[in-house]
């Protein structure tokens, strides 16, 4: 799909094949803009769903890779789309599109219920697609059904490391891998966003956090509220200190240069799975990977009274489910052991 100039404004134009042969479709598009472009591709599939209309019904994968092609969105937003419809469309097979086949396949699948749920929301979204632009004939989306599955209660405390856990944890990383996750600590930065960062995001008052690695490239973040400005404290700051002398010795002894804050040994992007390598080999009764240091954040703030709504900020949360979850638990520990201590008081 691309644009182009014409004599009087743009058109929005795409190729697509029917029976091996190319057509060329194209609409007018009134200017140059996100608003009109949306308005476009929208007159473009009703087109498109014209040329390729027939009184047969599209397999389910023709299907998918149709609708990743003409959805309008952000590279990472659309390989999450991929991966969750190839996941769906595997549990399906051959399966026809069909509520209660559907629901039927997706029951006998021998993927487990939860990873089919994770993705189910993705699916309805496609399946509502396929009716809105006239691939199926019945918006089915509504009827498709979660599958039931054993509810897991984890507890809170599972979803931070302690103080003594994360100096256990920081004692056994080494170079880059140290810095990073103490980094992560002592900011609660998401993974991506401290891959993205370069020098120049960082002041000497605050860290701007203006856009994060998803993967697939650098892109702005999900939401506003994570672009931010995180205040450097005295500890955060005496970090960087020392880490920008450690990121020099390493960058001359390697040879190359690079404004990343944080890089590879060759000095590529530290992407997620990267890091969550080193995590493997790191000995702890915790389940470790990158967002647990964002989560411990949030927990030591908590233990020393810091607002909810202060960390929510610092940390770039639209939604404060799990932030709410690990600061009541933290504040009500901290509670129980403040009535302990008021219990053994003699006052009168």
Known sequence: MWIEKTKTGYRLCDRIKIDGKTHRVTVPLEKDTPQARRRANEALLEKIKGIEHTDEEMPLNRLVTLYLQKKVCKESTRATCANALKVICEALENCPINPTEINRALMESDK????????????RTFLHWCYQYGYIKEDISGRIANLPCKKE???????????????????????????????????????????ALTMEDIGEKYISITKTDSGHGITEPKTETSKREIFIQPELAALLKEYKKWRMRFIMSKGFRTDLVFFTNNGNHMHRNIAESALRRIRSEKHLHPHIFRHTHVALLAEQGIPLEVIARRIGHEGTGITKAIYYHVTAKQREKDEKAIGKVTIL
């Open 112 to 123: 487990s219920p939860r990873t089919i749920n994770t993705y189910l929301g993705i699916f």
């Open 153 to 195: 209660k984890v507890s809170s405390d599972l979803k931070y490391l302690e103080p003594s856990e994360l100096k256990d944890v920081l004692s056994q990383l080494h170079g880059m891998y140290y810095y990073l996750f103490s980094f992560l600590a002592l900011t609660g930065c998401r993974i991506g966003e401290a891959a």
